[in-house]
């Protein structure tokens, strides 16, 4: 079965620091998201991505956030000055069009110090 | 914008009894329903979803009922086993239009525990 792909899957890094989680969708899928959940917690969107642009984001997804996918199969999520709150673990999602159910990545355990 | 909740947020049940989680939406736009399950450390799985043309859909011992009127739907398991023991998520998708809400909002989550 087709699998969204995600690296690291952990990473620790300092307050401050520019962190880059990837992902690699499910090569027919149209529409990419990320989505973060706080231990414990629910699953919050962050953004949607479609036709090479950003189609949504939510009030999370500020100006430390951006994403991209530069080379027409890996997604990237890149967060500018790492906050200790941005500590998550990131999920990247796929799927063939928004009323389809998505399919996760395993996740990235995001702890920052 | 959708706003999703889900209850209750924690839930025991005897092996061998069923299980309901209910969820209600605010958005009367949504028209697709899905329901996520997340084993502890791991991604959230789809294990069922409705669209809203449709009062109920069953997959074995997964069922989902849809009120559209009353804006709510229900997970329901039957004949529950230890490994559905996971925390269970509803969410909720607004209609593609031209505004391209292309999201799912999630509710808060049920944590299912089954007991021996």
């Known amino acids: 079965e087709p699998e969204v792909t995600q690296t690291p899957s952990h990473q620790v890094t300092q307050m401050g620091q520019e962190v880059i989680l990837r992902c690699v969708p499910i090569?027919?899928?149209?529409?990419f998201y990320w989505y973060r959940q706080i231990l414990g917690q629910k699953v919050e969107f962050l953004v949607s991505?479609?036709?090479?642009?950003?189609?949504?984001k939510s009030e999370i997804f500020d100006d430390q956030f951006s994403v991209e996918r530069p080379d027409g199969s890996n997604f990237t999520l890149k967060i500018r000055s790492t906050k200790l709150e941005d500590s998550a673990m990131y999920f990247c999602?796929?799927?063939?069009?928004?009323?389809?159910?998505?399919?996760f990545g395993s996740g990235t355990r995001l702890t920052v110090v | 914008g959708e706003n999703v909740e889900q209850h209750p947020s924690t839930l025991s049940v005897q092996e061998g009894d069923s299980a309901v989680i209910k969820c209600t939406y605010s958005?009367?736009?949504?028209?697709?329903f899905p329901w996520y399950k997340q084993e502890l450390g791991k991604r959230p799985q789809l294990i069922i979803d409705i669209r809203s043309n449709v009062g109920e859909k069953k997959d074995q011992r997964i069922a989902v009922t849809l009120n559209k009127t009353a804006k709510h739907f229900s997970l329901h398991i039957t004949e529950t086993q230890p490994e559905d023991s996971a925390v269970y998520f509803c969410a909720a998708s607004i209609f593609p239009q031209m505004n391209r809400d292309d999201k799912i909002i999630f509710g808060k989550g049920t944590r299912l525990h089954i007991l021996p």
């Open positions: 999602a796929s799927s063939e069009g928004v009323d389809y159910g998505y399919t």
């Open positions: 991505f479609y036709n090479n642009e950003i189609s949504e």
């Open positions: 958005d009367s736009a949504s028209n697709y």
């Open positions: 090569s027919n899928h149209l529409y």
